[in-house]
């Protein structure tokens, strides 16, 4: 069974671009979540997607938004892109009771310049 | 909402030591406990996990123990081994919650 996929892996913007990042989960799966990796600030939790609704939020500001589709898939939406917004932006798919084992996949590295 | 607490940041063993993490979180509604091990340059995988109803949890040389009334669950792995070094995050989650993870602990064992 496929893993769950990110597109791209690689990416860089210039600040005040926006960018989308893409998340394909695990066959079966409804959960999508979002997290920013950055050194020293371990995972910080962006949003979570559940049968095409947000189920839970995190402390971000608007810029940052997302969606799910019909097919579990999910995309992240970055906007007016700051620096600090550089990161490794992972997602993780899981079924849908809620406490079950999230799988990762392997990120997209934004760099913002 | 939630809070988790990790240490150490790092830590640095002997191979064929024990190696020990310690995590307290603060919603008492928290029941799911679960640890993640990320090599370096790869995803968050999943190596035990734990939920309220169980103090303990061991799998091989991992092992998991949770104090509910303390709020704080602790991670043990012992007979390290290089293959162990990597950053270890803990994590916990109630119900539909959102999943709160711990600052990570970077482990390096020394051959």
């Known amino acids: 069974k496929a893993g769950v996929t990110q597109t791209p892996r690689y990416l860089i913007k210039t600040r005040g671009q926006q960018v989308t990042l893409s998340c394909s989960p695990i066959?079966?799966?409804?959960?999508v979540s979002w997290y920013q990796q950055t050194p020293g600030q371990g995972l910080q939790f962006l949003f979570e997607?559940?049968?095409?609704?947000?189920?839970n939020k995190g402390n971000f500001p608007g810029r940052f938004s997302g969606r799910q589709f019909s097919n579990s898939r999910s995309e992240m939406n970055v906007s007016t892109l700051e620096l600090g917004d550089s990161a490794l932006y992972l997602c993780?798919?899981?079924?849908?009771?809620?406490?079950?084992?999230?799988?990762f996949g392997q990120g997209t590295r934004l760099t913002v310049v | 909402g939630e809070n988790v607490e990790q240490h150490p940041s790092t830590l640095s063993v002997q191979e064929g030591d024990s190696a020990v993490i310690k995590c307290t979180y603060s919603?008492?509604?928290?029941?799911?406990f679960p640890w993640y091990k990320q090599e370096l340059g790869k995803r968050p995988q999943l190596i035990i996990d734990i939920r309220s109803n169980v103090g303990e949890k061991k799998d091989q040389r991992i092992a998991v123990t949770l104090n509910k009334t303390a709020k704080h669950f602790s991670l043990h792995i012992t007979e390290t081994q290089p293959e162990d070094s990597a950053v270890y995050f803990c994590a916990a989650r109630g119900g539909y919650q959102k999943v709160t993870f711990g600052t990570g602990t970077k482990l390096q064992v020394i051959p």
């Open positions: 997607y559940f049968s095409e609704t947000q189920r």
């Open positions: 993780a798919s899981s079924t849908d009771t809620g406490n079950t084992e999230a799988f």
């Open positions: 066959s079966g799966h409804r959960s």
């Open positions: 919603d008492s509604a928290s029941n799911y």
